[in-house]
Each structure stands twice: as structure tokens, then as C-alpha cells.
């Protein structure tokens, strides 16, 4: 299927940008990870690299060309594949542009010239940006975010930034990104606070010279505006507490030089979690940045350990072991919800609330896939686990079974030629589904060693948003949880998903006899719009034929 490359926006103010050179051209193979092309925004030149693999079936803009954010800039997909209506849905009218943009010209000269008059007593309108100060607003770092949660500030209000600087870690929908400083100058303002959300373009930051006034600046676009009353009762709140927490936290903060500590958000969890001080840690992170690896092979010595550290550590432990809760007292305890969360709510509703779900379970004589298992494993360096060996005959039975492949789109049903396996991945806040694209045509140790690398990165928040996009059809894997069966929400624009239990031993008839076996239960997720009932069942008895004869998966 063809995917539609758009003008990406690089920088924070960019609006639109120039196509300064193709390294590819019209009919070339391009990979997952090429430079497509040098891009010039308002602020320098940079490289844009694919997400997709495929062959490059048209260029949007061509070079020398401006176009602004989100106009169609390239089409990526299968050799020969018709694209005609990709191409005319992402033009636009220019006659119909440029009579837009004479009238909102118009329309922001009339502004200008009623402000003029407004302004004539020789104040500044509250809100005018003074000279030198650069406004930095949460940036939209993937294709499908809508917000953005700060998990850390690397910069405070006062310091001085460079141009290339990290100020903050930002939470999407899909990973949290390190946001980097396109100025120089010094941090005069943070408009949304550790741990707040805010709409993209919303007021992240200023920056500017030292000294200068921000105060008339509106930061409506942050996390939390506070009424003109109370404001400075909450300034007086918030700097004692900023107060209290500096000092509670200096030791997860700054070095024992009084310098800056540089850590990722999961190191800083962990270290606060298993009481390490930030401080005695190396980092091996670029510019020393302290990274989970560094917490995970910390061993504390006794020199770094305070003298009354253990007095402290025995009357924490004696007052925990005695807490004091009153019979019949009822609380709740209010959990921020991450990006992340939302999201996963968002789209789960939106699937179960659209898609006529039904669900399909079928049992499986594991012997055989037990046997196999045992005697691939006995090789060198080769590790197969059982999700390997579903998903693998879940990509086959897809090829013989395209319906199930499928999407709906409303007017069409879309049956993906190509298989694209979701592979539903646990993690600290949520579920992730990460995708291993063209399934079908990997071995069992390709599909383990992918799997282990790809959900290893999304559990480290590593993993980039085009490795959990374009899956076909997903598997949910709970049987090492021990749930022997359970139904799990399609995952849009997927037609299916596939629920796997654990393997259980179980008394089972073979041959007329009542013997010992091991089954596990398969429950397969259909939407009925695309995928009828005996369409389902079909693929689970092709699935259950490769599972329980594993040798079939090898031809």
C-alpha cells in the first residue's frame, strides 16, 4: 500500500519549506532509513530521511520548489502501483490558495492598521514580543501527534542556552523525544511545567536576552493559566515549593561539584526508586547523560553512603511496618494519565465503539509445536519462543486467507497484499504494538530475533513511530501471564487480532483413550464489516493445521 510523504515541519516555527536537493529520484528503490532529500526550513538545512521502504512513485515538490507543512511531498509504495488518487487528494487548488491567502492578507492588514489606531497613546500591547526573544511552542515530533507531556526540563528558568542544547524531554503519543533549542540565549520563561500536557503550538518556552521582560507576553498556550487574583499567592506557593524540592532533590540533580546531572526520565525513576544518588553515577550516555544501563550496573559503596543513611533506612522501615489506616475510611489516589494512556483510550474506544466485533476461539494440540521448539532451540545461538512460532503461522495463514487481511475503509475494503504483523508489547504506561513488516517471508529466528529487538526498544522508549506503523494484522500474547484465553479490541485499521493463551496440561482424547496433553486456546477478534464468520473460522483451522504440524511452516 502507498504511503503518503508530507512536508515534514523541522522546526518550531517552520510554516513552510524548500526542497534544496532529491538524493532520490521518481522510480528509485529507497529503504527504511534513506535520505530522501535535503530539506531547507527558517532555520538551516537539514536531511529528511524515509520511514517506509518501497519505491519512490512521485515527488510532490520539486527541487528548488517551497511548499508549506503537510503538503503532499512524495509518494512511496510497490513498483507499478496506481497512485492517481493519492496524487489528486494531496494537491491543492492554487487559484483557490491564492485567492485564500489575498484575503487573509487583507484581513491582517485591516488588523494592523485598527491596532495602529488602538495603540496611538505610545504603550506596547500586552502580548508584543520584545526584540531579541524567540518563542518556542511544543513542537508536533510525530505524524499523529495532537499533545504533548513535558517529562523532564534539562534546562531551568535563568540558564544559559546554546543553539543545539537539549531543554526538555517531550512525551507523544509514541515515545518520548529529547526537544533541542534552535536559539541561544538565556531560558526567561517555561510555559508548561514537568509533567503537564498541552496541545501542539502551545507556549513552551522563551528564550532571549538576559534580563528582559516577559511578563506582557501572553503564556495562555501552557499547561495551566491562573486567574489575575490569585496569581501571586501561587507564585509565593510555587517558588517555596520549587524551594523545598530543590533542596530534596539536589542530590538527583547536581553533582557533587554543584554541576548539572544529565540523566534520561526511566534512569532518574529507577534511581529514585532504588535510592541511588545520581550524583555517584557515571553516565555513559552521550555527554556522560546517565542512562537505565548505568542505573542497572551501579553498585553503591560504603563510602558513598551517608553515616546515618542505615538509622534513617531503620526508622523508614519500622514506621512502614506499621502504617495506621483507620477502619472504613475510603480514599483514591489521582494518577496523572500520561500521552500515551490517552491515546491507547482514545483509539481502543474508537475501535470497539465503530467495529461490529465477534469472536472466534478455537483449541490447539501444542505436542508437535512443543517438540520442534525444543529441538530448534538446541541449536547454537538460536532462541524461538512460542509468540515466534504463532506469529509465523498467523503471516501464512494470512497469505491464504487475504479477507482477513484487510481494512475498512467505508465506500472499499482494502486487502493488503503485503503482511505486516502488529505485535502487541507491554509496557510501564501502557500497550504498544510494534510492527514486523513482511512477516510471511522471515524465518521463525528472524521473526524472534526482530520481536526481541523491537520490543526491547519500546520498553526502553527507544523505538521510533514508523516501527509501530502499517501493521496489517495483530497478536496479543498473555500466556506467559498464565490467562488461558481472553478477547482483546481490534486494532484500527487492522480487520483482526489474534488473542494467545498459555499453554496448558490438560487430560485430552487420543486414539480412544483418555491421555495427558497440552492445548493452548487461540480467540480470534473479527470485524464484521470486512471478515464474515465462517471466513474467521477458516483462518484459525489453516492456523491451528501449521501449529500443531510445525514442519509445514518450514516449506
Known amino acids: 500500500m502507498a504511503e503518503v510523504i508530507k512536508m515534514p515541519r523541522l522546526s518550531d516555527t517552520m510554516e513552510e519549506g524548500t526542497v534544496a536537493k532529491w538524493l532520490k529520484q521518481k522510480?528509485?528503490?529507497?529503504?527504511?532509513?534513506?535520505?530522501?532529500?535535503?530539506?531547507?526550513?527558517?532555520?538551516?538545512?537539514?536531511?529528511?530521511?524515509?520511514?517506509?521502504?518501497?519505491?519512490?512513485?512521485?515527488?510532490?515538490?520539486?527541487?528548488?520548489?517551497?511548499?508549506?507543512?503537510?503538503?503532499?511531498?512524495?509518494?512511496?509504495?510497490?513498483?507499478?502501483?496506481?497512485?492517481?488518487?493519492?496524487?489528486?487528494?494531496?494537491?491543492?487548488?492554487?487559484?483557490?490558495?491564492?485567492?485564500?491567502?489575498?484575503?487573509?492578507?487583507?484581513?491582517?492588514?485591516?488588523?494592523?492598521?485598527?491596532?495602529?489606531?488602538?495603540?496611538?497613546?505610545?504603550?506596547?500591547?500586552?502580548?508584543?514580543?520584545?526584540?531579541?526573544?524567540?518563542?518556542?511552542?511544543?513542537?508536533?515530533?510525530?505524524?499523529?501527534?495532537?499533545?504533548?507531556?513535558?517529562?523532564?526540563?534539562?534546562?531551568?528558568?535563568?540558564?544559559?542556552?546554546?543553539?543545539?542544547?537539549?531543554?526538555?524531554?517531550?512525551?507523544?503519543?509514541?515515545?518520548?523525544?529529547?526537544?533541542?533549542?534552535?536559539?541561544?540565549?538565556?531560558?526567561?520563561?517555561?510555559?508548561?511545567?514537568?509533567?503537564?500536557?498541552?496541545?501542539?503550538?502551545?507556549?513552551?518556552?522563551?528564550i532571549g536576552p538576559e534580563g528582559t521582560d516577559v511578563s506582557k507576553i501572553d503564556t495562555a498556550g501552557g499547561g495551566k493559566k491562573e486567574s489575575k487574583k490569585s496569581k501571586s499567592e501561587s507564585d509565593d506557593s510555587k517558588g517555596e515549593k520549587k524551594s523545598e524540592e530543590s533542596k530534596d532533590s539536589k542530590s538527583q540533580t547536581e553533582s557533587k561539584d554543584g554541576g548539572r546531572i544529565f540523566a534520561s526520565p526511566l534512569a532518574k525513576k529507577m534511581a529514585e526508586d532504588k535510592g541511588i544518588d545520581l550524583s555517584n553515577v557515571k553516565g555513559s550516555g552521550e555527554n556522560g547523560r546517565i542512562v537505565k544501563k548505568d542505573i542497572e550496573n551501579f553498585k553503591e559503596s560504603k563510602a558513598d553512603k551517608p553515616a546515618e543513611a542505615k538509622a534513617d533506612s531503620a526508622e523508614e522501615t519500622t514506621a512502614a511496618a506499621q502504617p495506621y489506616v483507620p477502619a472504613g475510611e475510603e480514599s483514591f489516589e489521582d494518577r496523572k494519565n500520561s500521552q500515551m494512556r490517552k491515546v491507547i483510550a482514545k483509539r481502543l474506544g474508537e475501535s470497539k465503539f465503530t467495529a461490529p466485533h465477534y469472536y472466534l476461539t478455537i483449541e490447539v494440540n501444542m505436542e508437535n509445536a512443543m517438540a520442534s521448539r525444543k529441538h530448534i532451540n538446541e541449536m547454537p545461538d538460536v532462541k524461538v519462543s512460542f509468540n515466534d512460532m504463532v506469529i509465523k503461522a498467523s503471516a501464512m495463514a494470512l497469505r491464504k486467507h487475504p479477507q482477513v487481511n484487510s481494512q475498512w475503509t467505508g465506500d472499499t475494503t482494502k486487502i493488503a497484499k503485503h503482511i505486516h504483523m502488529g505485535v502487541a508489547v507491554a509496557v510501564e504506561e501502557g500497550l504498544v504494538v510494534p510492527v514486523l513488516k513482511f512477516a510471511d517471508q522471515m524465518s521463525l529466528t528472524q521473526i524472534g530475533g526482530n520481536v526481541k529487538n523491537l520490543a526491547g526498544k519500546a520498553r526502553n522508549k527507544k523505538i521510533q513511530p514508523a516501527e509501530m506503523e502499517g501493521s496489517t494484522f495483530t497478536v496479543s500474547n498473555l500466556g506467559m501471564f498464565g490467562i488461558v484465553e481472553f478477547t482483546s479490541i481490534i486494532n484500527q485499521p487492522n480487520s483482526a487480532i489474534l488473542s494467545v493463551g498459555t499453554i496448558v496440561e490438560k487430560p485430552v482424547v487420543k486414539n480412544g483413550e483418555i491421555v495427558v496433553g497440552n492445548t493452548m486456546k487461540l480467540t480470534l477478534a473479527c470485524d464484521h464489516r470486512t471478515v464474515d464468520g465462517a471466513t474467521g473460522a477458516a483462518f484459525l483451522q489453516t492456523l491451528k493445521t501449521y501449529l500443531e504440524n510445525p514442519v509445514t511452516m518450514l516449506a
Request: glycine share 12%.
Open 27 to 206: 522510480g528509485d528503490k529507497v529503504e527504511e532509513g534513506d535520505i530522501l532529500a535535503e530539506i531547507e526550513t527558517d532555520k538551516a538545512t537539514m536531511e529528511f530521511e524515509s520511514f517506509y521502504e518501497g519505491t519512490l512513485l512521485h515527488i510532490g515538490v520539486e527541487e528548488g520548489d517551497a511548499a508549506p507543512v503537510d503538503e503532499l511531498l512524495a509518494i512511496i509504495g510497490e513498483e507499478g502501483e496506481d497512485i492517481s488518487e493519492l496524487i489528486s487528494g494531496g494537491g491543492s487548488d492554487d487559484s483557490a490558495d491564492k485567492g485564500s491567502k489575498e484575503e487573509d492578507e487583507s484581513e491582517e492588514n485591516d488588523s494592523e492598521e485598527g491596532s495602529d489606531s488602538d495603540d496611538d497613546n505610545g504603550e506596547d500591547q500586552e502580548g508584543d514580543i520584545p526584540e531579541g526573544v524567540e518563542i518556542i511552542k511544543m513542537p508536533r515530533l510525530s505524524d499523529t501527534m495532537e499533545e504533548g507531556t513535558v517529562a523532564a526540563w534539562l534546562k531551568q528558568e535563568g540558564d544559559k542556552v546554546e543553539e543545539g542544547d537539549i531543554l526538555a524531554e517531550i512525551e507523544t503519543d509514541k515515545a518520548t523525544m529529547e526537544f533541542e533549542s534552535f536559539y541561544e540565549g538565556t531560558l526567561l520563561k517555561i510555559g508548561i511545567q514537568e509533567g503537564e500536557s498541552a496541545k501542539v503550538d502551545s507556549l513552551l518556552a522563551i
